[in-house]
């Protein structure tokens, strides 16, 4: 059967530029970014455009660069394109594989793989964020090394990055417990990821040092995204129906529960941190600029990324060594979101 041919509406689909931005690159024109004329021009290589191995460069160079890496994210890719946090991971994610010569193409899980890339040029794979296992399993079966950013599945052979979301979390709390708070709680849905679960556990385990009760309804606030300040609101309001204690101090799961969480405490008439302290986690600019700026966990975003690309090349020398899992800590950033306790009189 013969092969089908490649248009530039199919790059400019799996590049996410115009076809008016793929045909200037294309054709060596200036008025594209340097970024986006290598991607364009990576893309067009692996899906077959050019004839031959080697694809002229606009400048008239020749580009000799080695293998592809694949980069997948999750299906709801528009998350991650509006995410702070994600992007700036990506952004390590590609700009390592650059600086090593090498070419990439991202795709979304929900996107067949063997239409996409020349499996012939792959020689690794980088997953972001969750992915589902039966895609994992598919990206298993191309018999090359895979590195997952805060992810990791036991039916898959990979090495993980994650961030310390334990550790964090765990200093975190224990510095809100030196401040005198004992009646504390964690905010967010631990099934929305291991991180967050990871996150938890950080936070129990260091109130059970301190001897903090954390077997209370209080303890764990659950709360998805959506919706959540409607959902947080019935919280309080269920608590003051059953006349229950009101936390001092609450240790969200990451800054955007944090800002969310602020906001419907400040509504309720509390201060912060007079009345109750904020923590969160990412060290994400808009915790920056909430009123008090908010405490958090900083990551290295960028270096997260790169250091799965690293990881991976490593991987692709060594496949006779066991998978690993990489821990990447982070700082406590104390800003005015947190306080001791007030006294009671």
Known sequence: MARKKITMQKISEIAGV???????????????????????????????????????TSDGKRDKNGGLILVVVPNQNEYFENSPYWGRVIDGVTSGIYEKNLNTIIMTENQEIKEHINIKKLIGIICVGQISTDYLLDL?????????????????????????NFGGVNRMTKHLIAL????????GDINFSLSFYDRWLGFRIACEQAGVNTEHSQAQISLAY??????????IAQNEKKHLSFPTAFVCANDDIAVNTMKVLTKQGLCIPEDCSVTGFDNLEVGMYTTPPISTVQVMKESIGRRAVSKLLWRINHEQFPPEKILVDGDLMIRESVSSPKVKE
């Open 140 to 164: 298993q079966r191309l018999a090359v090394p895979i590195v997952m950013i805060d992810n990791e599945d036991a039916l898959i052979k990979s090495d993980t990055i994650f961030k310390d």
């Open 180 to 187: 005198g708070h004992t009646q504390i709680a964690f905010v």
């Open 18 to 56: 115009s076809k008016y931005v793929v045909s200037k690159t294309l054709n060596g024109k200036p008025g594209v970014s340097e970024t986006t004329r290598k991607k364009v021009l990576n893309i067009a290589k692996e899906l077959g455009y050019f004839k031959g191995d080697i694809l002229a």
């Open 226 to 235: 959506h919706n959540f300040e409607n959902k947080f609101n019935d919280w």
